[in-house]
């Protein structure tokens, strides 16, 4: 069981409990209007990057993968010792990331039930 730290409720754990902050990276275009969008979290040691999304008229450009290099280049210059990104076993997206370094861990089952 993980250690609560006092006045943390419930279920939350330490690793919940740490400040986290987030960097917004985007490419905008010709007109100056945002066209790709990423985000980059960071806990002090772990990075996540989440939220990569290029709008469809700017897709197969490259933007997804300027963007996921940039939030790599950042997370490392700040010395984190793990960087990761969600995926969808289903989607895409995966293939890039895999081709950009990442290498899957593990997987995250979602179940729902119809009332």
């Not at 995966?94 to 593990?106: A, C, E, H, V």
């Amino acid at each position: 069981m993980t250690e609560r730290p006092p006045g943390i409720p419930g279920t939350a754990t330490v690793r919940e409990a740490r400040q986290r902050t987030a960097t917004n990276l985007g490419i905008r275009g010709e007109a100056g209007e945002l066209v790709a969008m990423t985000k980059l979290y960071t806990d002090g040691v772990t990075a996540q990057i989440e939220d990569v999304y290029t709008v469809p008229a700017w897709r197969n450009r490259g933007c997804a993968r300027r963007l996921i290099t940039r939030a790599l280049v950042l997370a490392g210059e700040a010395g984190h010792e793990l960087v990761f990104i969600e995926a969808d076993d289903n989607g895409w997206p995966k293939q890039l990331y895999s081709r950009l370094g990442f290498d899957p861990i593990g997987r995250i089952g979602v179940f729902h039930r119809d009332v």
